[in-house]
């Protein structure tokens, strides 16, 4: 919703919307949906969004708990970093770049990628690698994702590779 509608809907929530059995005024709409109501396209509610955050921490438990190879021991770190941020305002833990292992910031370059081009979300389309690459490029800028690595994952030709297997329906 645009902001001039998120104020409208505001504005009229606060309106008297009639009285509750016991004659007392209540406004039109309840604060649980002014926040529904006002949700610009393609995002989430705060709640929302602490839910799907939640599936990190989730995962980390539950690979944590399993008895991993010595080879294989920094398994639940890889997948648990993939949300983490190089300026250390990603989640769960609020790592930095230094703080991570090159691999799980592979995994999170790995996950926006694949979330910008996979044609299986029933909330969004697919981008095209184009628009997936610009904003990988926008995000490595931002402090997002690690420049070095989204320089290797570009150089190495894997957005093109992707998209080659995926025309010859891999």
Known sequence: MSHTGQARVR??????????????QRDFLSADE????????????EAEREIIN??????????????????LSHV????????ELMDGKGYPRGLTRGQMSWQARMMGIADVFEA????????KPAMSMDEAVR??????DDGHLDPDLVWLFLDAGLPQRYAAYLEGGG
């Open 11 to 24: 504005a009229l929530a606060t309106h008297w919307g009639g009285a509750d059995p016991a004659g007392w």
């Open 34 to 45: 002014v926040e529904n109501l006002t949700i610009p396209p393609g995002t989430l509610t």
């Open 54 to 71: 939640h599936h990190i921490v989730a995962t980390i438990r539950m690979l944590e708990a399993l008895p991993w190879p010595k080879h």
């Open 76 to 83: 639940p770190e890889y997948a648990g970093g993939h949300h």
């Open 116 to 123: 910008l081009t996979a044609g299986d979300r029933p909330y």
């Open 135 to 140: 904003i990988l490029q926008r995000f490595s």
